[in-house]
């Protein structure tokens, strides 16, 4: 039974959101720190679910101490754990990476029924080869029908806390076999490697709202794909004393990419 203060608390981020949407002359992708800084191994961040809230209804990122993932959908913010449950996220969960967006899709692509499905990088490759700038930041909501979903948490960390790379080796894979849901994408460009994933990165959610975590692999039967391209993007950092003394100027695109790929067959 989810309690009745977090149902009041997502109405009432779900109708901020709204109102967010229809007054933004053009969204903006609301970034909170580095991907590096998380490779890192900082996992404390000052941002509350609250005050994420008011930048966007539709995103992904983690919670501090690596304490799964978070998914944000239609104003509605979840919290995906490592022992496969799924809540809404409370007001006061402070996250230590995040991207959000007023999510206002510009172009729709029909997916319509795919015979022998798409996987992800296939589906990468056909949303790809619509984008008239690949310099650009873009959002993707895809829902539809799967046949394969593979989805990834991780459990809470203690201090003194370890690199990711060293971490994602205690991640948790779920795997759900014909399944509707949502797909939410991140496209970053490949100059943004130091503060963002460069690429694609996916989260999904299940419809029924009972499953989900950072996608892995998916395979897409049937449904509809809308994309918002973004010409703009907000960067707040943290300002505790981990964030100060990390050393970002090391290149972590190799452990990066193992990360985000480990697991996915």
Known sequence: MIPARLLRFAAAVALASCALSA???????????????????????????????????????????????????????????????????????????????????????????????????????????????????????????FSKVVTRAIPAQTRPYQPLIAVSKTQVEFRRDQINGTLLGIRSPAFSKAFNVPGWHWHFISQDRTYGGHALAATLVQGSIKLAKLHRVELELPQNSEFAKTDQSQDRSTELEKIESSGAD
């Not at 890192?40 to 005050?51: C, P, V």
């Not at 539709?58 to 979840?78: R, S």
């Not at 056909?126 to 690949?134: C, E, K, P, S």
């Open 23 to 145: 007054s933004a002359a053009e969204p903006v992708l609301f970034v909170y720190s580095t991907i590096n800084s998380l490779l890192a191994g900082n996992y404390d961040g000052e941002l509350s679910i609250k005050e994420l809230a008011s930048k966007g209804n539709f995103g992904m990122g983690t919670f501090n101490h690596l304490d799964g993932e978070m998914v944000a959908l239609d104003g509605i913010y979840y919290h995906i754990r490592a022992d496969g449950s799924v809540s809404l996220a409370a007001p006061g969960e402070q996250l230590p990476w995040a991207n959000v967006l007023p999510f206002q899709p510009a172009t729709m692509i029909a997916a319509g029924r795919m015979t022998s499905g798409q996987d992800l990088k296939g589906l990468e490759a056909r949303i790809d080869a619509t984008l008239d700038n690949r310099n650009l930041f873009y959002a993707v909501k895809i829902e539809g029908e």
